[in-house]
């Protein structure tokens, strides 16, 4: 962290991450949902938070799209698009069950933990899911194998951890979470279950990894990092926790609105972030706030270039192809 400022000091600089903001799963289910309103006939009903971020549930809802919590608030025969975290396999059937229409917009990568839970599970390992309980993600690959399933988030529960069989054991990641807090966790069931077995690499995907290895170089050049997410966008909620940890004041905040006047006082550098589920307009509301402060230059601060993008999925594809129309704007 850049030394601190004094009461007197006013803000010179704005240091903006990069990458920050989107990733290529919530591009591609916003993009799934949009395309599926233009080319399926009838109502579109969206299970759960297409992505964690109420400002881009609320813009979908006000292109038609209907946000239900459970599958029995979708009736019979109609079309429901699944979020970019996943369902388990109880959902697929219940969907199959009713009759009901599935889009997928289930993130690619989180697709491939699910393949790895199903694989591991078949071949009788006890597997250790290294994220948090109470997450969709998490409970959807859950759902791939309830009983062989045991779900930790701390060192402490590794620590704890006990399993029929020490030699048959695998361990998964979720996707978003802290790369150095689960490197301390798998560590230590390293040490526990030698034997123990995991993807080549964990499953924390591109997208959180680059944004938090931007977030901790900003947090080294600024006095007060914002980040922008829900409190519920586990990627963004990590990202506060790693500016924290390298010694710099971090706050998560939904909007601009959220910023308190104290926090910005005698500050001198400001970065800013935003999760993998934050539109880029809350960033610019943001840089326009910092700006009516004083007249601070404002600098990216680019430490990964991305260009990682999702194909859409085939039924998105397929529905519109029976309507008659495209699913990809024509080029
Ligand atoms: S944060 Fe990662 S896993 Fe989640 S939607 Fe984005 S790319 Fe996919």
């Not at 009713?98 to 889009?103: E, M, P």
């Not at 935003?274 to 004083?294: I, K, N």
């Amino acid at each position: 962290m850049s030394s601190p400022a004094t009461g007197g000091e006013v803000l010179t600089e704005i240091v903006l991450a990069g990458p920050r903001g989107f990733c290529a799963g919530v591009e591609r289910a916003i993009e799934i949902v949009e395309r599926a309103l233009a080319v399926a006939g009838g109502p579109i009903y969206v299970r759960r938070e297409i992505v964690h971020n109420r400002h881009v549930v609320e813009a979908l809802r006000k292109k038609g799209a209907i946000f239900v919590e459970e599958l029995d608030e979708v009736p019979a025969g109609a079309t429901v698009i699944f979020s970019a975290h996943g369902v388990s396999p109880a959902v697929r059937e219940e969907a199959t069950a009713r009759g009901l229409r599935v889009i997928d917009a289930t993130c690619p990568l989180v697709t491939k933990v699910h393949i790895e839970a199903i694989r591991y599970a078949r071949e009788g390992y006890t597997i250790v899911l290294v994220g948090h309980e109470d997450h969709d993600e998490v409970i959807g690959t859950t759902g791939e194998a309830p009983e062989r399933i045991v779900v930790i988030d701390s060192v402490k529960e590794a620590e704890r951890l006990e399993v029929d069989d020490p030699t048959k054991v695998a361990y998964l990641t979720q996707t978003t979470l802290s790369v150095d807090d689960t490197r301390a966790i798998i560590e230590v069931l390293r040490r526990r279950f030698p034997r123990i077995t995991g993807p080549s690499r964990d499953d924390i995907c591109y997208a959180t990894q680059n944004r938090q290895a931007a977030v901790k170089e900003l947090g080294a050049e600024v006095d007060l990092v914002l980040v922008l997410g829900a409190a519920n966008s586990s990627n963004a909620a990590r990202l506060r926790e790693v500016a924290a940890a390298v010694g710099t004041r971090a706050h998560l905040i939904n909007d601009v609105r959220d910023i308190q006047h104290e926090w910005i006082d005698g500050v001198r550098r400001v970065g800013v972030t935003a999760g993998a589920s934050t539109p880029e307009f809350l960033v610019r509301e943001v840089v326009a706030f910092l700006e009516s402060r004083g007249t601070p230059a404002v600098r990216e601060l680019n430490v990964v270039e991305e260009d990682v993008r999702f194909a859409l999925p085939h039924e998105l594809l397929a529905i519109a192809r029976q309507a008659g129309k495209q699913a990809t704007p024509s080029a």
